[in-house]
């Protein structure tokens, strides 16, 4: 399945979301999405972005060992369907208004959690999905600043 379909899918999920849990649960599949995503771009992206993809992995890998992990089978797992990116420009975008819906869905669990653990939890996540659209945002500008130079190249190279 393509990453956009799979974003999506985690956005109206999440969108859904009523209990707490189910919140968190989310928000473990958003960050899992993340790092497959990231692992993706990282080997087979664009050469600019491979660095700041294999950091995305990277948070997404421990967003998720900060999160109690949902009880899922691996083909309940978004991120395990995961067959290609698609245009990176696009999935990147999404993957940064993602990140702000579940940014926007920790806070309101956490300022409703009776136990501190969960409240903690949910703080650790914040900064988890900050940290991740913050990889997301600096890949999108690595994009823009490659985007500026190719039609340099094209223009310094002459007519064809």
């Keep these: 399945?393509?990453?956009?379909?799979?974003?999506?899918?985690?956005?109206?999920?999440?969108a859904?979301?009523?209990?707490?849990?189910d919140v968190v649960a989310e928000v473990w599949q958003?960050?899992?999405?993340?790092?497959?995503?990231?692992?993706?771009?990282?080997?087979?992206?664009?050469p600019e972005l491979r660095g700041e993809a294999l950091g995305l992995s990277e948070v997404g890998g421990r967003a998720c060992a900060v999160l109690d992990a949902p009880g899922l089978g691996t083909e309940d797992i978004r991120a395990a369907r995961l067959s290609r990116t698609g245009d990176a420009h696009e999935v990147l975008v999404a993957l940064d208004g993602l990140f702000g819906e579940v940014g926007i869905a920790l806070v309101g669990v956490a300022m409703s959690a009776v136990d501190e653990g969960d409240y903690w939890q949910c703080m650790e996540a914040i900064d988890a999905a900050d940290e991740s659209r913050d990889r997301v945002l600096e890949m999108l500008r690595r994009l823009a600043v490659r985007e500026q130079r190719l039609p340099e190249a094209d223009s310094a190279a002459g007519p064809s």
Aim: hydrophobic share 50%; net charge positive.
């Design 1 to 14: 399945m393509n990453a956009m379909r799979l974003i999506e899918a985690n956005r109206r999920a999440l």
């Design 16 to 21: 859904r979301c009523e209990d707490p849990a």
């Design 30 to 46: 958003s960050q899992a999405l993340a790092q497959a995503i990231g692992s993706r771009l990282a080997v087979a992206g664009p």
